[in-house]
């Protein structure tokens, strides 16, 4: 039964708590497993296969950091592409303009490079400013989708 006047109760504070001269108690501790101190040496096995996050960080992720991959498409790879689009059903004709959803391929982003020379409709997220020149340019519009 626990109680205040136990043995330990009483001991703590005095120099050996009991255990006769200093260090006879010494080197008794952490029966029955391996404690948490080191690791990297013989225990390194031991280590990597049941304890493998005990060494690096572990908390705090900088938001700025864990950012999602842009997908981006150029204008002259999106002019070149157009009729393999409309032949898996991912673009489609209407009224003489060809109308494509970059986010159902996949893209986020329309950039400038390359040249078009065919009408078409947009639907993309983000977009760059050469992008639309070159879209309205050639008779054919940028939608934004948020």
């Known amino acids: 039964m626990a109680h205040k ?3 330990i109760r009483r001991l703590r504070g005095t120099r050996t708590v009991g255990y006769g001269q200093v ?3 010494r080197k008794h501790g952490q029966k029955g497993g391996m404690g948490k101190a080191g690791g990297m040496g013989t225990d390194w096995t031991y280590t990597i296969k049941y304890d ?9 992720r900088n938001r700025r950091t864990v950012t999602r991959e842009i997908n ?7 002019a070149d592409a157009m009729s393999m689009l409309i032949k898996k059903g991912l673009a489609e004709e209407k009224e003489g303009k060809t109308h494509v959803d970059l986010e159902k391929i996949g893209y986020h982003k329309l950039l400038g490079a ?5 009408p078409i409709m947009v639907q993309v ?7 639309k020149r070159k879209i309205e340019g ?7 989708k948020e």
Do not use: C, E, M
């Not at 493998?52 to 705090?60: A, C, D, L, S, W």
């Not at 390359?114 to 065919?118: D, P, Q």
């Not at 997220?125 to 050469?130: I, K, L």
């Open 114 to 118: 390359g040249n078009i020379s065919r």
């Open 23 to 25: 260090g006879q108690h």
């Open 125 to 131: 997220a983000a977009y760059s400013d050469v992008a």
């Open 138 to 144: 050639a008779g054919g519009a940028i939608i934004v």
């Open 72 to 78: 981006v498409v150029n204008v002259g790879a999106l």
């Open 52 to 60: 493998p996050n005990r060494f690096g960080k572990h908390t705090f």
């Open 5 to 7: 006047r136990r043995k």
